[in-house]
């Protein structure tokens, strides 16, 4: 059963760091694009960064550039989304994605991505 699995959320304060992680098993993701999105209730699913299957390419959002950095190892077939200075407005179910169609370019529409986790929840409070 091919499944990603996040962990690492919680409820921080404003200005704090929180690490996600994305394990990913029943079949390899390393030559998969793969993306973190974010939900809230009543709105769209938002892009918010995604890595090449090399890890040498990311792109971000722009409401979090600057303050998250996503990596990779494809050894453990695990993702990262490290945030930094987090805001409210960062409130959010956090969802890993994989693109199992791309191996560079890096989709931001969520349709893209065949693969989901169960997401994660990140609150953050002022």
């Known amino acids: 059963q091919v499944q990603l699995v996040e962990s690492g959320g919680g409820l921080v304060q404003a200005g704090d760091s929180l690490r996600l992680s994305c394990a990913a098993s029943?079949?390899?993701?390393?030559?998969?694009?793969m993306g973190w999105f974010r939900q809230t209730p009543g709105k769209e699913r938002e892009f918010v960064g995604g890595?090449?299957?090399?890890?040498?390419?990311?792109v971000y959002a722009d409401s979090v550039k600057g303050r998250f950095t996503i990596s990779r190892d494809n050894v453990k077939n695990t993702v990262y989304l490290q945030m930094h200075n987090l805001k409210p407005d960062d409130t959010a179910v956090y969802y890993c994605?994989?693109?199992?169609?791309?191996?560079?370019?890096?989709?931001?529409?969520?349709?893209?991505?065949?693969?989901w986790g169960q997401g994660t929840q990140v609150t953050v409070s002022s």
């Open positions: 890595i090449s299957w090399t890890g040498s390419r990311t």
């Open positions: 029943g079949r390899t993701f390393s030559r998969d694009v």
């Open positions: 994605a994989a693109d199992s169609t791309a191996i560079a370019f890096i989709a931001t529409m969520s349709d893209s991505y065949d693969y």
